[in-house]
């Protein structure tokens, strides 16, 4: 069964706020564009689609609603990267079963760092 557990969970999506396609350097909140890439744990990852979204964040503050919406169109991801993530998104994120992460700097970068922390969460199941 464990077998069967860990490769469940080797094959998953992520969000990546960026305004360049090439580095981790927007705001959640704040950004216009999700890079989303298919991972597996096993073979690598590839960029699947670049998605729209309407930014949420509005001079610091944003709308309880409006952002549990937003949420909702990463349903298909199991985690969400971006240089900055407040407190109340990341609540909302963790409430629909995405696990949000502030990981400034490069996509590659970012992407090995979820790779690693998905592969230790995978050592407990």
């Given at each position: 069964?464990a077998?069967?557990?860990?490769?469940?969970?080797?094959?998953?999506?992520?969000?990546?706020?960026?305004?360049d396609?090439?580095?981790?350097?927007?705001?959640?909140?704040?950004?216009?564009?999700?890079?989303?890439?298919?991972?597996?744990?096993e073979?690598?990852?590839?960029?699947?689609?670049?998605?729209?979204?309407?930014?949420?964040c509005?001079?610091g503050?944003?709308?309880?609603?409006?952002?549990?919406?937003s949420?909702?169109?990463?349903?298909?991801?199991?985690?969400?990267?971006?240089?900055?993530?407040?407190?109340?998104?990341?609540?909302?994120?963790?409430?629909?079963?995405?696990?949000?992460m502030?990981?400034?700097?490069?996509?590659?970068?970012?992407?090995?760092?979820?790779w690693k922390?998905?592969?230790?969460?995978?050592?407990?199941l």
């Amino acid at each position: 069964m464990a077998d069967t557990e860990k490769t469940a969970n080797s094959k998953y999506r992520i969000a990546i706020a960026s305004s360049d396609g090439e580095s981790v350097n927007i705001h959640f909140g704040k950004s216009s564009f999700f890079y989303i890439y298919s991972i597996d744990d096993e073979s690598g990852y590839a960029l699947i689609e670049k998605r729209s979204v309407v930014p949420v964040c509005q001079d610091g503050s944003h709308v309880k609603s409006e952002m549990e919406e937003s949420v909702k169109q990463f349903r298909d991801c199991k985690y969400v990267i971006a240089s900055r993530i407040g407190p109340g998104a990341a609540q909302i994120l963790t409430s629909a079963g995405i696990i949000s992460m502030e990981l400034p700097g490069s996509i590659d970068d970012a992407i090995l760092k979820v790779w690693k922390y998905n592969r230790v969460q995978g050592l407990f199941l």
